[in-house]
């Protein structure tokens, strides 16, 4: 178990481009989840999976941002047309399948941070 | 909808003092509670949850909170603060059903002083 890994950990880039972020869940978690965190706020929620269904999206996810998880085991998240306003932390997190129900622990990642200059 | 309430966004004390951090949530159902920690440039770690049970919750690193319905708190305590705990903490909700995602309060920076 070397838990959950994001990359890259750091992105720079200018407004109006596109960015991707990886995140790779620990092994066998069916879930996953992306929130944003910006500073001095606890993180926000903005999509989860299940397997590789979408099942939730928070309206904080416009059109310009789409998250994937092709193969139910490693996810992206895709800013596109990037804007000022998204520079931010986005942490990925993942938890395991069984019968616990909501309580069941997310792990998180590290981080990517963005910089949208 | 759920909210997360963190009374004092700094707070500071002596190294081998009470650490008390406050936490309220808003729902008319008591969710799952959590209380996690974030190092400077790390993710988030969970030191200790409430889900059902026992409203005196044990976590790690010596910490516990107390899960009080009447008051729709679930205040992180330590009784003897070490260097080692100065980090960031988040209180967070999950409300019960069917929902799996956190609801954060907006944190709570811890410093010890020596």
């Given at each position: 178990?070397?838990?959950?890994?994001?990359?890259?950990?750091?992105?720079i880039?200018?407004?109006?481009?596109?960015v991707t972020?990886?995140?790779?869940?620990?092994?066998?978690h069916n879930?996953l989840?992306?929130y944003?965190q910006t500073l001095?706020?606890?993180?926000?929620f903005?999509t989860?999976f299940?397997?590789?269904?979408?099942l939730?999206k928070?309206r904080?996810l416009s059109d310009?941002f789409?998250?994937e998880?092709?193969?139910g085991?490693?996810?992206?998240?895709?800013?596109q047309r990037?804007?000022q306003?998204?520079s931010a932390?986005?942490?990925?997190?993942?938890?395991?399948?069984g019968?616990?129900?909501a309580q069941?622990t997310?792990?998180f990642?590290?981080?990517t941070?963005?910089?949208?200059? | 909808?759920q909210?997360?309430?963190?009374?004092?966004s700094?707070v500071?004390?002596?190294?081998?003092?009470l650490?008390?951090?406050r936490?309220n949530?808003s729902?008319?159902v008591p969710?799952?509670?959590f209380w996690?920690v974030q190092?400077p440039?790390?993710?988030?770690?969970?030191l200790?949850?409430?889900t059902?049970?026992?409203?005196?919750v044990?976590?790690?690193?010596?910490?516990e909170?107390?899960?009080k319905k009447s008051?729709t708190?679930f205040h992180?305590?330590k009784?003897s603060a070490?260097m080692?705990?100065a980090?960031?903490?988040?209180c967070?909700?999950?409300?019960?059903?069917?929902a799996?995602?956190?609801?954060?309060g907006s944190g709570?920076?811890l410093?010890?002083?020596?």
């Amino acid at each position: 178990d070397t838990g959950v890994s994001q990359n890259p950990r750091h992105k720079i880039t200018k407004r109006g481009q596109n960015v991707t972020f990886r995140c790779d869940p620990i092994s066998e978690h069916n879930r996953l989840y992306w929130y944003r965190q910006t500073l001095g706020q606890g993180p926000e929620f903005l999509t989860y999976f299940q397997n590789e269904a979408q099942l939730e999206k928070s309206r904080l996810l416009s059109d310009r941002f789409s998250a994937e998880r092709p193969k139910g085991s490693f996810s992206t998240l895709e800013i596109q047309r990037t804007e000022q306003g998204d520079s931010a932390m986005y942490l990925c997190a993942s938890s395991p399948r069984g019968s616990g129900g909501a309580q069941e622990t997310q792990y998180f990642g590290p981080g990517t941070r963005l910089l949208v200059l | 909808a759920q909210s997360v309430t963190q009374l004092g966004s700094h707070v500071s004390v002596s190294e081998g003092a009470l650490v008390l951090l406050r936490c309220n949530y808003s729902s008319s159902v008591p969710p799952y509670l959590f209380w996690y920690v974030q190092y400077p440039n790390q993710g988030l770690q969970l030191l200790l949850k409430y889900t059902t049970g026992a409203t005196l919750v044990k976590g790690i690193n010596g910490f516990e909170a107390e899960f009080k319905k009447s008051e729709t708190s679930f205040h992180l305590t330590k009784p003897s603060a070490h260097m080692s705990d100065a980090a960031e903490y988040f209180c967070a909700v999950i409300p019960s059903g069917s929902a799996r995602q956190l609801t954060f309060g907006s944190g709570t920076q811890l410093t010890v002083l020596p």
